[in-house]
């Protein structure tokens, strides 16, 4: 391990010290140091090439941040620019489709007076760095790309490898020509696992550690879910403060689309267009959670049924800062996790065994 070679690496410079010391001390010569050196100057570089081979067999993520840039025509939505000019990050939101007048002015609301966002609220791309690209990083080698309809020659930070920009009608559209662009901008770089993200979302903890997620399922949180037990308020992409599960009647869930974490073996299935022929195939049963539209949610879970794609819950605390529904004055009130109670105790299962019923 990385503590252990440092040790090896640091030990012969201090038996050198103690070494020539002790001979100062005693007058005697220091013949016996070469070969200490020489031990020495021969596991510093043993460890720089083994924290090298560490580094090269990473498991290599690629982080997407989707989304478009904000249009300030309307005059309350001119309010929202910030007195220094916005990086390209700052400058997008999440949301793909164009704003009415009402909605600019609901968001306006939102991000300016005082009881909704609260102050204390860190810039998406500062929580982004801190709680997403920097856990990551840990155990991944990550690299991070931008899919956006239009650059606009704004400034774009070191940490991003490369800026596409392109139309698109949607955010799962826009995330599935985002896949195929970083597959043919790095055809020889293999990534374990594509994490999709908003780039107007605020992180309030760490991302999950990507190592103990199975590879065989997509990770999204729930636009709302019931009669399924083990999960968390963290689980939720809406109700927040939840104490009781959010989908009514039923067993089952609603995909969220803000956050999700796909395999390289799922994300081509993930935002479509084809089925995973490789898997077999599920169907939403009889007793399912009512999905209504014409919500993006409810489009992203029938897709991803009908593309073969189990769900598993993903744990993360966090909310899209422009979004004109006003999210974060919600989320930022309840940022600790608590359990989800099932409404109906006898009808309540495991993701396991949702995952039964749909086969």
């Avoid at 440092?6 to 001390?25: M, Q, T």
């Avoid at 990550?142 to 009608?169: L, M």
């Avoid at 969220?256 to 599920?282: C, K, Q, T, W, Y």
């Amino acid at each position: 391990s990385r503590p252990l070679l440092d040790i090896l690496a640091l030990l012969p410079f201090l038996l050198e010290g103690l070494l020539s010391f002790c001979n100062e001390a005693s007058g005697k010569s220091s013949a016996v140091m070469p070969p200490l050196f020489t031990a020495s100057f021969a596991l510093f570089w043993a460890r720089a090439a083994c924290l090298k081979s560490i580094q090269d067999i990473k498991e290599k993520v690629a982080v997407m941040i989707v989304g478009q840039t904000m249009h300030y025509e309307h005059g309350m939505f001119a309010a929202l620019k910030h007195g220094n000019a916005p990086n390209l990050i700052q400058s997008m939101t999440g949301d793909e489709q164009e704003l009415t007048t009402k909605q600019a002015h609901t968001a306006f609301q939102f991000r300016l007076l005082s009881h909704s966002n609260p102050p204390d609220l860190m810039d998406p791309w500062e929580s982004a760095k801190l709680h997403l690209l920097k856990p990551l990083s840990l155990n991944h080698t990550v690299d991070t790309y931008v899919c956006v309809n239009d650059a606009g020659g704004k400034d774009v930070p070191p940490e991003i490898s490369k800026v596409f920009a392109f139309q698109a009608q949607s955010q799962i559209e826009r995330s599935r020509l985002c896949v195929q662009r970083i597959k043919a901008a790095r055809p020889d770089t293999k990534y374990s696992w594509y994490v999709k993200v908003r780039p107007d979302f605020v992180y309030f903890h760490d991302f999950p550690d990507l190592s103990t997620y199975d590879p065989g399922y997509v990770y999204t949180r729930f636009r709302s879910v019931s009669g399924i037990s083990g999960l968390t308020s963290h689980s939720l992409s809406w109700d927040y403060c939840s104490k009781e599960e959010t989908g009514g009647s039923g067993i089952g869930y609603m995909n969220d689309d803000m956050v999700v974490a796909a395999s390289s073996r799922l994300i081509d299935h993930v935002f479509g267009p084809e089925p995973a022929g490789f898997l077999p195939n599920i169907a939403i049963p009889t007793g399912w959670i009512a999905l209504p539209l014409p919500y993006y949610e409810t489009l992203f879970t029938y897709e991803l049924v009908q593309r073969r794609v189990l769900t598993m819950p993903m744990q993360l605390s966090g909310c899209p800062l422009n979004s004109p529904v006003g999210h974060c004055a919600i989320a930022s009130t309840c940022k600790e996790a608590s359990p989800l109670v099932c409404k109906d105790s006898q009808h309540c299962v495991t993701m396991r065994e949702v995952h039964q019923s749909m086969r």
